[in-house]
């Protein structure tokens, strides 16, 4: 095209010919990946305001679930320091389901929907939508989070004693991180595994409750929570959030907070950069058994 | 080029033995189409919605990674409370190991009743799009679901003696079948499962109006039943507020009919030393007949509300265009 | 000075021509299902010129979703390879998302919870539109595609043919070089349709340069939108043209229906005439325009070529016989579809292999010629 820009609806930003439109610059691209996740943060974010049910469901009752395991250690006459377990694991069940649900599973719920064909038909990293979705669930997960910490606080009387907010803070944001990463690896396995992936999803809630002692350290659990420390985000972060947030409870034979967070360090690296492959590999394995249109499988 | 029907068509569809319209052996409108047959049409769709609902929910991997699935969850949720107890340690911990585990157990089938239907609705509205389908049919849409629920419960049902068989077998929890009262474990879970499902058409009815997102809705309300039932801890722990909302719950009894009828000797999850329960009828713990007529009553109750809640909110859905809409975010 | 030493103005940079829109080599798609493969794609060769407007037409199940899917970078392709203005449909795919968008018929997807601006201006996220002169944008579109009154409804709410104008408003945010469009009326009616129609008309009229391929079972707007037009069906591609070449293939004469008030002598008359191959009464009667039957005599002309026909007018006129109508009967895309393939688009495909009309096997853009038989092609 020669001449003036065209100034229409139907114009956007001319360019001199489809080799150049498709050439852009790293600036280009890492923008438009930024400006994908805050599209697909939107419809998520939008929604919250639009239909408040979560606020019930996704809020409320779970905190009351987080309650009853309190009141099983109250059967118990357990020590209290327990009940604050118990609070801390409730506010980070919080996260790992917006992982599990509201991202890995969200793929293969996109292709039903019919909007995965198009994801993958726009110039976008996939990684960025599943940002945009991680961002979106952030927000209702902080929010259930918030209110399990303050209210268990408030009502059942957990005292926190915290040596270091910085470290605490850091390990917080690591354990986010890595698990974030490693929903995405499970959101690209689920593009291949397609119905498979909500029963999956499911059978990742309970088991990885237990062998991340959510609701108690995962030292107890010997051989299996040292296998768990090394190996999922959840439980290495959980742990070392107990330690530095009731510094005067025992360890239970697991590593310092600060050689955890080291291990978070990894997890987040090696995740992340397993998503990237992972959603790499499994798009073009999806591409060639033609899994990226085909619903219901 | 086109095609006409030639001018004497219905002469010639006639003779080839076709009806005015030209489909055999039919020669107008029959009336007696639009009666229904009853308990017929509804065994019917129910049984096809309950075979329906088996295939969706058994042949998405091979049997045995369906087989680890169907137990994973339950067996987790009873080792998670094991633990607990164990790090606890002490006699309250021994002698609440059976309770914890029977409270798991049977919790698994909560769940898978009390979502089973409300997955349905979410799965044929957003992911199959045939709940429009489902609605227009001759079949109640409410049998539909049940039956669809049926096949969730049974595989709730599968996990939950698994896991009982599991604590029986390796956590040393003390069961005689010489001491179980089966007429009484029969009809309590009968009577149970009603108030399950009956806690499954409730939340079909919320479903019909939210959103996809609400996938988590029936867990997250069976974790706020599980605080107030007597699931894994006694009612004795609760404010006695909240003691009083757990004995207006179906759920409740439900458990307490089944404890008692496998572990006759077992504690009561609703009697104890300032119990709601001991305020209102002394301190002897509610024996069979009793615990029965409650989850009767509370049931029929439960059963009734949600019945009514269902169809008013069927009508709502019809009334805003929600039956065929997908939402999503 | 010599011829030599004069000096020779330095040669000009040449423009580097565009290559091909689409390109096409050997594609093949076999998609593994039970009980038994399916071969979607059985060696397609297809090259779509810059700025045409290429046309896929086939009946369901001809592989024609297939092929978009793999020029659209969201299938790979079992053997062969394709090219997006050069660019490989495997190894470069982003380059080709940036400068593609597709649409297709029957559609549900986005956000119900969203409105239509809101819905459109999450797309223009994902390609890159800057937030504010996304907004700017979506508005521009949904103006010219006749949304206004629906902007600010939620996507859940919309009519089957709104919802279509939203999805062609997603298809044209990123401004594309190329434009697939699946079977895009899909389940419209008759409004809905020519206004998607005019939709595309109008963008490629006001956008130079811009190509579209269009895959279809409706052969009217096959014939009415596109340049060139492949015939599809069971994965291969039974003939290539342009709409008039493709019905040549099967009607190489014109045929007239040409009413008269009398006519001495009969068809016989006209049958004598130069250029007239064959001229027979015709059974059906003619009507006025109240529909009452008039007196006439209706003649079907079958002439050598359409400039024969003037002879026939004045022919006509010696003979004192007025022409009350006359109009051309030409075969539709069906016909030649039938011709080829021995079977109706409706018609469930039979075990008998497709006649294939030879091709060459690779034919630059404009190059081909309709109805010249070429080397014998093994059926597949």
């Known amino acids: 095209m020669t001449g003036a820009p065209v100034r229409s609806a139907w114009v956007g930003r001319p360019t001199a010919g489809p080799r150049e439109a498709a050439a852009w610059s790293t600036r280009r691209r890492m923008v438009t990946e930024l400006r994908a996740v805050r599209g697909r943060a939107y419809p998520r974010l939008n929604g919250l305001f639009r239909e408040k ?43 790992w389901l917006d992982v599990i649900w509201m991202m890995a599973h969200q793929l293969y719920l996109e292709k039903h929907q019919g909007n995965l064909e198009l994801y993958f038909a726009a110039p976008m990293d996939v990684m960025s939508v599943l940002f945009g979705m991680a961002v979106g669930g952030l927000v209702i997960s902080s929010l259930r989070a918030i209110v399990v910490l303050a209210v268990g606080t408030a009502v059942y009387g957990v005292t926190f004693s915290v040596t270091s907010w910085p470290l605490l803070v850091a390990v917080f944001v690591l354990t986010l991180a890595s698990i974030y990463g490693l929903g995405m690896i499970l959101a690209s396995l689920f593009l291949m595994w397609g119905r498979e992936a909500w029963h999956l999803t499911q059978l990742l809630t309970e088991p990885i409750y237990f062998v991340s002692g959510l609701n108690f350290p995962v030292g107890r659990l010997g051989l299996l929570g040292a296998l768990a420390v090394a190996t999922i985000p959840l439980a290495v972060g959980l742990d070392a959030m107990r330690q530095l947030a009731f510094s005067g409870a025992p360890s239970f034979g697991t590593p310092p907070p600060e050689i955890e967070a080291l291990i978070l360090v990894g997890m987040t690296v090696v995740y992340l950069a397993v998503a990237r492959f992972s959603l790499g590999v499994l798009e073009r394995l999806a591409r060639r058994e033609g899994r990226l249109t085909l619903r219901w499988q | 080029m086109s095609t006409e029907v030639p001018a004497g068509a219905p002469a010639a569809t006639r003779a080839l033995g076709l009806g005015p319209i030209g489909l055999s052996g039919w020669d107008g409108f029959d ?111 409410l049998v539909v679901l049940l039956g669809r629920g049926t096949a969730r419960i049974a595989i709730g049902a599968m996990g939950a003696s698994i896991t009982l068989a599991v604590g029986i077998a390796l956590l040393g929890i003390p069961f005689d079948p010489g001491r179980v009262n089966w007429p009484l474990l029969a009809v309590s879970m009968v009577l149970g499962l009603a108030a399950i499902v009956a806690g499954g058409v409730l939340m079909a009815a919320v479903c019909l109006h939210a959103r996809q997102e609400a996938w988590s809705y029936p867990e997250a309300v069976a974790g706020a039943l599980f605080l107030v039932t007597g699931a894994v801890f006694p009612l004795a722990v609760l404010p006695s507020a909240v003691q009083l909302v757990g004995l207006a719950m179906p759920l409740t009894w439900w458990l307490a009919a089944v404890r008692l009828a496998l572990f006759p000797d077992g504690p009561s999850s609703l009697a104890g030393t300032g119990t709601a329960w001991a305020a209102l009828a002394g301190p002897v713990p509610p024996d069979a007949g009793q615990t029965l007529f409650a989850l009767l009553v509370t049931g029929a109750l439960g059963m009734l509300a949600a019945a009514i809640v269902f169809r008013a909110s069927e009508r709502r859905a019809k009334d805003r265009g929600l039956l065929d809409q997908t939402t999503g975010s | 000075m010599s011829s030599v030493q004069r000096s020779v103005p330095a040669p000009q940079r040449e423009r580097q021509p565009l290559p091909l829109a689409i390109a096409a080599r050997g594609i093949r798609r076999v998609y593994r299902a039970k009980p038994a493969p399916v071969v979607a794609l059985d060696g397609v060769d297809l090259e779509v010129a810059p700025g045409e407007f290429f046309g896929l037409l086939g009946p369901n199940g001809a592989g024609k979703t297939t092929l978009i899917k793999i020029l659209t970078t969201l299938l790979s392709p079992t053997e062969g390879e394709a090219r997006v203005f050069g660019f490989d449909v495997e190894r470069e795919t982003k380059q080709i998302r940036r400068i593609m968008n597709m649409v297709a018929g029957g559609e549900q997807s986005g956000y119900g919870i969203l409105t239509v601006r809101e819905q459109l201006w999450m797309f223009g996220q994902f390609y890159g539109l800057p937030g504010r002169d996304g907004w700017r944008r979506v508005d521009e579109l949904i103006d010219a595609l006749g949304l206004a009154g629906q902007r600010n409804q939620r996507v859940s709410t919309l009519s089957t043919g709104q919802r279509q104008a939203m999805n062609f408003a997603r298809g044209l945010l990123n401004d594309p070089w190329i434009l697939f469009l699946d079977e895009p009326t899909l389940g419209l009616d008759v409004s809905a349709a020519r206004a998607v129609r005019e939709i595309v008309v109008a963008w490629k009229r006001a956008v130079p340069g811009r190509t579209v391929l269009l895959t279809t079972h409706y052969m009217a707007e096959a014939d009415e939108l596109c340049e060139r037009i492949a015939i599809v069906d069971r994965g291969r591609i039974l003939a290539l043209g342009t709409p008039a070449e493709l019905r040549q293939r099967v009607q190489r004469e014109s045929i007239f229906r040409i009413e008269l008030d009398r006519l001495d002598g009969g068809p016989a008359v006209l049958a004598r005439l130069p250029g007239v191959l064959r001229a027979v009464s015709a059974t059906d009667e003619a009507r006025d325009g109240t529909g009452e039957a008039r007196q006439s005599v209706v003649v079907n002309l079958v002439l050598h070529e359409d400039a024969a026909l003037g002879g026939v007018v004045v022919a006509l006129g010696g003979l004192g016989a007025q022409i009350l109508a006359l109009r051309k009967s030409e075969p539709t895309l069906e016909d030649v579809f039938v011709e080829l393939v021995g079977r109706g688009f409706e018609e469930s495909a039979d075990e008998r292999p497709a006649l294939e009309v030879g091709l060459p096997p690779a034919m630059p853009a404009g190059a081909h010629e309709a109805g010249e038989p070429g080397p014998d092609r093994v059926a597949r």
């Open chain 2, 31 to 141: 009336p007696t189409r639009t009666r229904g047959r009853g308990w017929s049409d509804l065994w019917r769709s129910y049984r096809t919605a309950v075979r329906l609902g088996w295939e969706m929910e058994a042949n998405w991997t091979d049997p045995l990674l369906f087989f680890i699935h169907s137990i994973a969850q339950p067996v987790s949720s009873a080792l998670i409370l094991i633990v607990m107890l164990e790090i606890v340690g002490g006699a309250a911990s021994r002698e609440l190991r059976g309770y914890v585990v029977t409270g798991s157990a049977l919790w698994s089938i909560v769940i898978s009743g009390v979502g089973g239907l409300a997955w349905s609705v979410l799965d044929d509205r957003e992911t199959y799009r045939m709940l429009r389908y489902l609605y227009v049919s001759p079949s109640d849409f």
């Open chain 1, 53 to 95: 049910s979560w606020l019930l469901f996704e809020v409320l009752l779970p905190f009351l679930t987080t309650s009853a395991f309190v009141f099983v250690y109250r059967a118990l006459q357990a020590p209290p320091e327990y009940v604050g377990f118990v609070v801390l694991g409730g506010a980070m069940t919080a996260f």
